[in-house]
């Protein structure tokens, strides 16, 4: 015969004290978790969301990101030949070279500068991006030192509006329009001719990468092993979703240092949670005795007071999901280490995230109160009625 949850409802209302210092405490470290959570969540989201199934991304073999990678005008010239690439309503291939660097910009809010992508593409490779739109001015001219920034480089960095201009590779460029990436890795790029940046940082002739459309998903995979296996290109191709993927590696640094403090955290929340079922068994030594005279096992006795942890660490979790909720949807940037520049993306609390944050919570519960629960359950009738 089970006890009644309205039995644990009552204890906890009973001391307010504890059980408030104690489901705060299982707060602040569950908070910290889903922070981290939160963080990881949007960045794998936005590079999840960055790839096109059919698009293909071409580096050099041994290239890891674009910015490490080099790619000639006669490979390129050769990967538009393939066969099984797709074409656009022109009956152009859709295939884009491009260029990728790095640069240095002064931050609006003072914070000094930050290592910012500029990407240099053409016509085409906005088409390969369907996720991009522009929401203000127009798109740059071809041969002309104009770009486009996205919405987040507008907001975080000095004269990157409309009308603006910005200092890099040999002269100032004019920022002539805006676009909306939907929270994808072009959100924290600056888009330019692809000509005039080769020429602007000397480098003639040579790209960083190829992207290219496949015809199909069949023909996606088949150009990846293509490209990877021709001898004479010298280059390696992947899936653009998964070249997305691995750049999620930036966040590991995040992911370790947050999950440490929060276990560290943890421990003293688990020991929290002790004390205060301790207590509570102290203070109920006579109800526990009277509970085994009614005809109450000891097995119900250990399932409600590790019931009634666990309903602490869920209190302590709701907390926290209220303490969090202004930072959802948060906009916020951390270093790709693999392109050495900074990524922009959203704290995210998807319903995944706190899943993970409740199991986190109810672990907790379940160690802090299991000890107490089971001398609990050990009370002979005597002994608990006569405290």
């Known amino acids: 015969m089970a006890i009644p949850i309205t039995y644990n409802l009552r204890h906890l209302r009973q001391r307010p004290g504890a ?10 470290t569950v908070a910290i978790a889903l922070f981290i959570l939160a963080l990881l969540g949007g960045l794998r ?22 910015v490490t990678s080099t790619v000639t005008e006669q490979q390129a010239a050769l990967l538009r030949t393939l066969p099984g690439i797709a074409k656009n309503a022109a009956g152009q291939p859709m295939v884009s070279p491009e260029l990728v660097v790095v640069v240095s910009l002064p931050q609006r809010n003072g914070a000094g500068p930050n ?20 929401v203000k001015g127009r798109w740059f001219h071809a041969g002309q030192r104009e770009v486009d920034v996205s919405q987040s480089v507008a907001r975080r960095y000095r004269h990157a509006q409309v009308g603006g201009s910005i200092r890099f590779g040999q002269g ?21 001719d692809v000509h005039q940046m080769q020429g602007d940082f000397q480098r003639q002739g040579v790209f960083s990468s190829v992207l290219l459309q496949a015809a199909s998903p069949v023909e996606a995979s088949a150009l990846v092993r ?10 390696h191709g992947t899936h ?7 750049q999620t590696q930036s966040g590991a640094p995040i992911e370790f240092v947050g999950w440490v403090v929060a276990l560290i955290m943890a421990i003293g929340s688990c020991f929290a949670a002790m004390n205060t079922m301790y207590a509570a068994v102290a ?8 509970l085994r005279m009614l005809g109450f096992s000891r097995p119900s006795i250990l399932g409600c007071f590790v019931l009634e942890s666990l309903m602490l660490a869920v209190l302590g979790w709701a907390l926290a999901v209220v303490a969090m909720l202004p930072l959802n949807g948060l906009t916020t940037g951390t270093m790709n280490n693999a392109t050495f520049s900074e990524v922009v993306f959203q704290i995210k609390m998807t319903p995944a995230v706190l899943g993970w944050a409740l199991a986190f919570a109810l672990l907790m519960g379940l160690i ?13 009738i005597v002994s608990a009625l006569r405290a």
Not at 115 to 134: A, D, K, M, W, Y
Not at 172 to 192: D, K, L, M, Y
Not at 283 to 290: H, K, L, S
């Open 19 to 28: 059980t408030a210092m104690t489901a705060v405490g299982i707060a602040l």
């Open 45 to 66: 989201q936005a590079f999840a969301r960055s790839g096109q199934p059919l698009n293909v991304l071409v580096l050099r073999k041994g290239s890891t990101a674009e």
């Open 115 to 134: 290592n910012v992508t500029v990407r240099g593409l053409g016509r085409i490779g906005r088409q390969l991006r369907p996720q991009v739109h522009l």
């Open 172 to 192: 100032q460029w004019r920022v002539v329009g805006i676009f909306a990436a939907g929270n994808t890795a072009p959100s924290s790029e600056i888009w330019g």
């Open 226 to 235: 293509r490209v990877s296996s021709d001898q004479q290109l010298e280059l």
């Open 240 to 246: 653009e979703q998964a070249y997305y993927a691995q």
């Open 283 to 290: 203070y109920r030594e006579r109800e526990i005795g009277t």
């Open 368 to 380: 802090g109160g299991l000890a107490p629960a089971w001398q609990a359950a050990r009370r002979e």
